[in-house]
């Protein structure tokens, strides 16, 4: 089993920056999937970002550009680093990894970005 517990979220203005940081429970030196989704209300849960166990990386089209996503294996941690928030980014955001064959969830953390 894998615990994963996020941090970073919070209120930010719009053009404000904010990093997430999602912990995990055990290595996660060889877990290969591993991203960050976010739910808006009303809405389905999305991919945001993927990075592999490789290091390869993945995003959402709508923060191309704006988002990084990065892993520290030492420290067993995933990163989501976002730059220029507009308000449509406003969700909680949840880490996942898969190790199979289960996808492993964290609790979320609430991104608001006001306008």
């Known amino acids: 089993q894998v615990q994963l517990v996020e941090s970073g979220g919070g209120l930010v203005q719009a053009g404000g920056s904010l990093r997430l940081s999602c912990i995990a429970s055990?290595?996660?030196?060889?877990?290969?999937?591993m991203g960050w989704y976010r739910q808006a209300p009303g809405k389905q849960r999305e991919l945001v970002a993927g990075?592999?166990?490789?290091?390869?990386?993945d995003y959402a089209d709508s923060v191309k550009g704006r988002f990084t996503i990065s892993r520290d294996n030492a420290k067993n941690t995933v990163y989501l680093q976002m730059n220029s928030l507009k308000p449509e980014d406003t969700a909680v955001y949840y880490c996942?990894?898969?190790?199979?064959?289960?996808?492993?969830w964290g609790q979320g953390t609430q991104v608001t970005v006001s306008s």
């Open positions: 990075i592999s166990s490789r290091g390869i990386t």
């Open positions: 996942k990894c898969y190790v199979p064959p289960i996808d492993y």
């Open positions: 055990r290595s996660i030196f060889t877990i290969n999937g």
